[in-house]
C-alpha cells in the first residue's frame, strides 16, 4: 500500500509540473500578447506616422489557433448581450480605453452566440487573428468565439 501512495505522489507531481492548468494557460495567452514592440511608420491618408505592431514568433505562432483567454466585456453598445464586443484583461475602469493599459490588452471578439455583458471576468475561446494593417481595428482579433463554461 505503501508503494502504491508513493507512486501516485511521484505522477502527480510529475504531471502537475508538466501540465499547465487551465487558469495557466489563460494567463498565459495575455502574457504572451504583451511581447510586442511598435514602429512608427507613415500613413498616407492620415498624412502622419502611425504606431504599427512588431508580433514577436511567439505571437506568430497562435495566429490561427484555438486560444481561451479569461478576461472582461467591454460593451460597445450598451450593457446588453453582444455577438461583437471589445474583450479586455483588465476591468472596465482599468482597460484601454479608460484606463493606463495598452493596446496589446485588448482584442475584437466575433461570437458565434450572443454573450451576456457581465461586470466579473468571463472566459471565452475562438480563432485568434493578427493585425498589423488596419488602423481602425484593434490588433488583436478573435472569432469563432464562445463562451467557456
Not at 500613413?43 to 512588431?54: A, R, S, T, Y
Not at 471565452?124 to 472569432?143: A, C, F, V
Request: with cysteine.
Amino acid at each position: 500500500m505503501k508503494n502504491y501512495f508513493i507512486a501516485f505522489i511521484a505522477v502527480f507531481a510529475l504531471t502537475a509540473t508538466i501540465a499547465p492548468t487551465a487558469q495557466a494557460q489563460q494567463d498565459n495567452v495575455w502574457k504572451t500578447l504583451q511581447k510586442i514592440t511598435f514602429k512608427k511608420k507613415y500613413d498616407e491618408m492620415l498624412g502622419f506616422k502611425v504606431d504599427v505592431p512588431v508580433f514577436s514568433e511567439e505571437i506568430k505562432k497562435m495566429e490561427g489557433k484555438i486560444v481561451t483567454v479569461k478576461g472582461y466585456v467591454i460593451p460597445v453598445e450598451g450593457y446588453k448581450s453582444h455577438k461583437e464586443f471589445v474583450f479586455s484583461a483588465f476591468p472596465y475602469n482599468m482597460c484601454f480605453f479608460c484606463g493606463g493599459a495598452g493596446p496589446e490588452t485588448v482584442m475584437e471578439v466575433f461570437a458565434k452566440e450572443p454573450i451576456k455583458y457581465s461586470a466579473e471576468a468571463i472566459t471565452i475561446k475562438g480563432k485568434l487573428e493578427l493585425n498589423d494593417s488596419d488602423i481602425n481595428r484593434l490588433i488583436y482579433i478573435i472569432k469563432d468565439v464562445e463562451l467557456v463554461k
